[in-house]
Each structure stands twice: as C-alpha cells, then as structure tokens.
C-alpha cells in the first residue's frame, strides 16, 4: 500500500484526492479481510470512535510547527491519519503540500571556560 500512497502524491489535487480515499478504502478492505468477526466488529467501532465516518482511519490530535509567511514558527493543529506503522498521514486544514515543517531547534551557547587543566 506505500507504493500506492507514494503514486498518489504526484497527481493532479482532484486526483489525489480520490486516489487517496480508494488506497484508504482498499486498506480498511484488507484489514477487515483478515479479523475474525469480533475483532472486525470492535475494529469498526474504534474507527468510529476515532475519526466518525472514515472507519480504518488513524486518530488523535496534536501541535506542529511550520514556518510562517513571515519566516517566524507558527503552530496548528493536526490530526493523524491512515498509518501503516512507519508512515502516517497527518491531516491539517493548514498544511499544504510543501510547506516547511520545523523539525528541531538549535541553540547557540557560549563555550565553557576552563580555569586551568584538570588533574584526574
């Protein structure tokens, strides 16, 4: 399914789009196909539960940094989508294809000084 979600990424947004809710589709098919029936049934209620209306979805919620149109960092919220246990979707009204995303931060410190050499 990563190769299909990678292809999906180099369309045309209209395209992507559906590309990308029939690769969600087809997963949420897969895993349903391998769960005995009790665990289909709470697979399916977790999915409601997490994301209503997009059952085999991801979940949760939190805060990322970009860099905003004035170079300063911004926050917004996002929330996880569809994983496959290495990649997962992060899904934002705010985050566009491309936008730079703040990954670490450095600091400049000034070097300790030593008072002399150290005996050991």
Same mark, same amino acid.
């Given at each position: 399914? #990563? ?5 999906? *990424?180099?369309?045309? +947004?209209?395209? #992507? ?12 098919? #897969? ?26 979805? /991801?979940?949760?919620? /939190? ?14 919220? =996002? *929330?996880?989508?569809?994983? +496959? ?5 992060? =899904?934002? +009204? +705010? ?7 703040? =990954? ?13 050499? *150290?005996?050991?």
């Amino acid at each position: 399914m #990563r190769e299909k979600f990678a292809s999906a *990424r180099e369309l045309a +947004d209209a395209e #992507r789009a559906k590309a990308m809710e029939r690769n969600r589709a087809e997963q949420r098919e #897969r895993i349903s196909a391998i769960l005995k029936p009790e665990q289909k049934k709470r697979y399916e209620e977790i999915a409601a539960e997490i994301q209503p209306g997009r059952a085999g979805g /991801g979940g949760g919620s /939190g805060r990322i940094w970009i860099v905003g149109p004035d170079g300063e960092p911004k926050a917004i919220s =996002v *929330r996880l989508g569809i994983t +496959d246990g290495t990649a997962t979707e992060i =899904v934002a +009204d +705010d985050l566009k294809e491309g936008t730079e995303v703040i =990954v670490g931060a450095a600091t400049a410190t000034k070097p300790a000084t030593s008072g002399g050499p *150290r005996m050991f």
